[in-house]
């Protein structure tokens, strides 16, 4: 699925043009041999982190619904994952490094969250389920001595980041089968332990459920 999340983010920012022409896009950790092999402006999108956003945790089942509505299955809740990437850019100046990352910048901005046209694969299947794919650009993500150890770490020339953060769903957990649908009302059997009487009482008919509810008309107005 981080597969498809490069392919989606690739597509939106090869989508921008910069003097008549598409950026190149290249998620290769940014050494200094990997910066001496560019001839044209380069995207780099180098994946940094991936954690959980735990404030978005449920202990909720879901229920799984068949075509008829009836649950035949219960599985955990989706689980969100910060997909983080440090995103800069490399041409042959200074100048058009810049006019390369504000460009990015402009064409992030643009969306809360990452359009449909640009999504495939698994990411499609999230969607589909009602999950969307939250976009963010900037922001304070990284401490502040990231920068200086990431480009110390890859020996590479400093550069300026831009944090690019999606909010990934992650199915989890296993689903397991429910029980077959109740098609009879359930009963209640009521006694008194000092007598040997009892009383039985049933529950909402699951076929008509509505069956012998009271309903109270709002009385008309004179």
């Not at 969100?80 to 992030?108: E, I, K, M, N």
């Not at 922001?139 to 999606?166: M, N, Q």
């Not at 000092?194 to 459920?209: H, K, Q, W």
């Amino acid at each position: 699925m981080l597969a498809d999340v490069d392919s989606a983010l690739a597509g939106l920012l090869e989508a921008e043009k910069i003097s008549g022409q598409a950026p190149k896009v290249s998620f290769d950790a940014p050494k200094r041999e990997w910066a001496a092999q560019q001839t044209a402006p380069t995207l780099n999108l180098f994946l940094a982190d991936i954690r959980e956003d735990v404030t978005r945790r449920s202990t909720s089942l879901v229920e799984v619904l068949d075509e008829e509505g009836n649950t035949v299955a219960r599985q955990q809740p989706f689980r969100f994952f910060d997909v983080t990437y440090a995103l800069t850019a490399w041409a042959t100046r200074p100048a058009d490094d810049h006019q390369l990352l504000g460009l990015a910048l402009t064409a992030l901005v643009k969306y809360d969250h990452v359009p449909l046209k640009f999504c495939q694969g698994q990411l499609l299947t999230f969607l589909k389920s009602g999950h969307a794919l939250h976009l963010r650009a900037g922001g304070k993500v990284f401490s502040d001595r990231f920068a200086t150890e990431l480009w110390s770490a890859l020996g590479s020339d400093y550069h300026a980041i831009l944090p690019v953060v999606v909010s990934l769903p992650v199915a989890a957990g296993q689903s397991e089968a429910a029980g077959p649908p109740q098609t009879v009302p359930p009963q209640f059997n009521i006694s008194d332990t000092t007598s040997t009487l009892s009383d039985v009482f049933e529950g909402r008919n699951p076929a008509d459920p509505d069956k012998g509810i009271r309903t109270r008309a709002r009385p008309s107005k004179t």
